[in-house]
């Protein structure tokens, strides 16, 4: 238990909300929540600790392939910098190679990166797609992100089955529309 004068300063906020939120704020499953939300933000928040190109690292290997590589359903999870209440779905992400691949799991990783910030879908799905073009080099990046909003669900409109999908499409996928359509039909799983 944190003894008076102990805590953080994000501790001392925390249960200054709390406050004003709870009748009861000094109740046994209240006692330790400053402590607890502390570390569990800072978890979700690690991504602004990460950059891609070190989570990237050595994991690029030569490749004599320009067919495209598509990873489906990474989940992520953020916060919605406007509320701090959680998002939560799926990535789908395609890149060809020109020379180079990747290891498929720093794909996920890559989103990890930038959806363990305070954040809106659409900027994190840019921030993916350049990340990769930058790191990779390659002829093409197309992301798709689909994800459900709480504050959307729980607050607001109150719309509980509403999903937003955001797209961010580079190089061969934004100029050359057969590479785009194979894209959105495998990422659809057609």
Do not use: W
């Not at 607890?36 to 050595?58: H, M, P, Q």
């Not at 020109?98 to 910030?117: H, N, P, T």
């Amino acid at each position: 238990m944190t003894m008076p004068g102990d805590s953080t300063p994000m501790q001392q906020a925390v249960a200054q909300i709390l406050r004003e939120v709870d009748p009861e704020p000094h109740r046994e499953g209240l006692r330790e929540t400053p402590a607890r939300f502390e570390k569990a933000l800072r978890f979700y928040t690690e991504g602004y600790k990460k950059d891609a190109r070190s989570v990237i690292g050595t994991a690029l290997f030569d490749s004599e392939s320009d067919e495209m590589v598509l990873v489906k359903d990474i989940e992520m999870y953020s916060l919605c910098e406007h509320h701090l209440a959680p998002f939560f779905g799926r990535a789908h992400i395609a890149y060809i190679p020109d020379k180079k691949i990747v290891g498929l799991s720093k794909v996920a990783r890559v989103v990890d990166v930038f959806a363990r910030r305070l954040q809106v879908q659409e900027r994190m799905t840019m921030q993916i797609a350049h990340a990769l073009k930058d790191a990779l080099l390659p002829t093409g990046v197309g992301v798709i992100v689909e994800a459900r909003h709480l504050c959307m669900m729980m607050r607001g409109v109150e719309k509980q089955n509403s999903s937003t999908v955001t797209s961010c499409l580079l190089g061969l996928f934004r100029s050359d529309e057969r590479t785009r359509s194979e894209f959105l039909k495998l990422a659809r799983g057609l």
